[in-house]
């Protein structure tokens, strides 16, 4: 890599580091509420859940009092990609183990943190003061057994009922499928008509979810609760342990949900929603951030019975699998800007891959496969450039000529340099086109090995995993900028960048680009050694392929079809002689 191309990188960083900290647009309340009962509502509800959970069930619930008094029965559902339990205390969702992803430890592990209480509920404040959540009540149930097992497209409804008094009910109804991460969760209240201060309801995920990678420290950083709103998306982090986070919005919502690294749980309605509530903490000392993400729902005033059907999706955040429930979820993956790296992941990268999937079932032959076709898709930009570093490498004793002879001016030289540049048939800058139309592609694989879950606990020779660092060797300390362990493939890799350079035209040969001969491949082992090996992996194949393409291109091309040029005009030397001829 010449000095143009470092210069090149150097550049494109120095924008997308601007551009984020100091142009990025502020994120503008999606719709804002415009009833003032509503606020006042919402600054009760909050009252209320603190309330609630100070004090027992007893007083706090009223006329549901009588319903929080009962004997759990909780129920199996086992399909092909989980197994849940749910609990008629509350009728919600005490459990959901997914069969074909596991944890660090290569176990299966529950995603439900709440699984005392549950994470599914609903809430709602009375006329009379009163916090309701259901995951306090006890509801009857008519499913027979204790287990179920589902298998391809069949299908089982789970049915939970509560009677507050004579005419008044809470139905719940779970709906599972065989083959699906989707599952039905339809709600119908009767009797509930002027009942519901603001008239409002809230279906409500609770709990942050269970981290399923060794490294707590990068699922925080991918952990959030979040909720899709007129094509645009709210995010709630609650990084900071001193604080609690709370963010609401009115209007239609696609989606709430909360995440962590590589899996999602999702509350989806099929009808216009009246806003969203979203909470988090991060407890301090402890690496966990909780959460807390809920739709509102108007329940009529004028209407005795209120019905709404959700979809609940608890699963992993791949993109195929989130895109075709048809609702935006996959905005919810991290892809980058969205007007500049998500277009190649979302319609280059993923695609690209996915179609390779169909063939090759090792994702480490499929990187290197990739890393190939972008060599051989930039190889007319890398000749090119290529050849005109060649060509102002050949120039550069003429240039060093002028830069001496106009040393002391500078218009002149400039000029020079130009009629030079012209007639040579080179660009300066030639060396960083390349480069340069290859960053939106290199940051996206970037966010998209960072955050695909394709490559997760997928191995490659030593690599066990690709989705993080290939250590060979854990120090049990960590070294600053290094990091607690040695990756062998960013030690690969930064041989190869080295090996690129070397055998790469230089356009200039001081100092300075001596020295970044050995500081540049420094700076990659830095950089790439806490990253995922699957971008370790490509980096390292896209020099070696680079390395191969270079060596070639030094044996079928030179210099010897670069135009004579003189260093000085030669029609001024011209002018010079007829004007002394005239004196004779």
């Known amino acids: 890599m010449d000095k143009n191309s470092v210069i090149g990188l150097v550049l494109i960083a120095l924008i ?3 551009w984020m900290q100091f142009m990025a647009p502020e994120r503008k309340p999606l719709q804002e509420m415009d009833r003032p009962v509503a606020a006042a509502v919402e600054d009760d509800m909050a009252t209320e859940r603190e309330r609630a959970a100070e004090a027992g069930p007893g007083d706090m619930l009223g006329e549901f009092s009588a319903a929080a008094q009962g004997e759990e029965q909780l129920l199996t559902i086992d399909n092909e990609l989980f197994t849940a339990v749910l609990s008629s205390h509350g009728a919600t969702l005490k459990s959901l183990v997914l069969k074909e992803h596991l944890d660090s430890n290569r176990e299966r592990f529950d995603l439900v943190k709440n699984t005392d209480s549950g994470a599914l509920s609903l809430f709602f404040l009375t006329r009379g003061g009163k916090s309701i959540d259901t995951r306090d009540l006890y509801f009857r149930t008519s499913t027979p057994g204790r287990e179920t097992s589902l298998s391809g497209d069949e299908t089982f409804d789970v049915r939970y009922s509560l009677e507050v008094s004579p005419g008044k009910t809470i139905d719940v109804v779970y709906t599972f499928s065989g083959d699906s991460y989707r599952i039905g969760y339809d709600v119908q209240m009767n009797g509930f008509a002027g009942q519901l201060a603001g008239d409002e309801l809230q279906v409500q995920w609770d709990g942050g979810l269970v981290h399923s990678e060794k490294n707590d420290e990068d699922e925080l950083q991918h952990s959030w ?17 001193s604080r609690n986070y709370r963010e609401e919005q009115s209007g239609t919502a696609e989606w709430v949900a909360v995440r962590t690294k590589y899996f999602v749980a999702s509350l989806i309605p099929s009808s216009a929603t009246e806003g969203v509530y979203l909470t988090g903490e991060r407890f301090a000392g402890q690496l966990f951030e909780d959460y807390t993400a809920a739709l509102k729902f108007r329940v009529p ?13 608890v ?4 993109y195929n699998t989130v895109k075709a429930l048809g609702v935006d ?12 790296t998500r277009p190649f992941a979302e319609y280059i990268i ?7 999937n169909n063939f090759i079932g090792n994702y480490g032959l499929i990187i290197i496969i990739f890393a190939l076709l972008i060599k051989l898709v930039t190889y007319p930009l890398t000749m090119a450039s290529t050849k005109s570093m060649k060509k102002m490498a050949a120039l550069q004793p003429m240039l060093k000529e002028l830069q001496e002879k106009y040393k002391d001016n500078p218009a002149k030289m400039q000029s020079e340099l130009s009629r030079i540049y012209k007639e040579a048939g080179v660009n300066p800058l030639g ?4 480069v340069v139309i290859q960053m939106p592609l290199l940051f996206a694989m970037f966010y998209v090995f960072r955050s695909s879950i394709q490559l997760r606990q997928e191995g490659f020779l030593w690599a066990k995993d690709l989705s993080v660092p290939d250590s060979i060797l854990d120090f049990g300390f ?5 990091g607690d362990h040695i990756a062998l493939f960013p030690i690969l890799m930064a041989g190869a960048v080295y090996v690129q350079q070397k055998i790469t035209p230089a356009s200039q040969t001081n100092e300075q680009m001596k020295a970044m001969l050995y500081i540049f491949p420094a700076m990659m082992l830095l950089f790439f050694n806490n990253l995922p090996a699957g971008l370790g992996l490509y980096y390292l194949m896209f020099n070696v392929f680079s390395i191969a393409q270079t060596w070639y291109i030094n044996k079928t091309t030179s210099t010897e079809d670069l135009p004579a040029i003189s260093p000085a005009p030669s029609p001024a030397k011209g002018q010079k002689k007829k004007k002394n001829s005239r004196k004779r």
């Open 478 to 482: 960590s070294i600053p900028l290094y």
């Open 431 to 434: 060396g960083c086109l390349p």
């Open 350 to 356: 993923l695609p690209i891959f996915n179609l390779l």
């Open 315 to 318: 699963g992993p955040i791949s």
């Open 329 to 340: 979820l996959e905005k919810i993956m991290d892809f980058g800007w969205d007007w500049l």
């Open 16 to 18: 997308m580091i601007v």
């Open 225 to 241: 609760a979040s909720a899709y709103m007129g094509g645009g998306l709210l995010k709630l982090d609650a990084a900071d342990p």
């Open 301 to 313: 005033s004028d209407e005795n019975t209120f019905t709404e059907s959700l979809d609940l999706y």
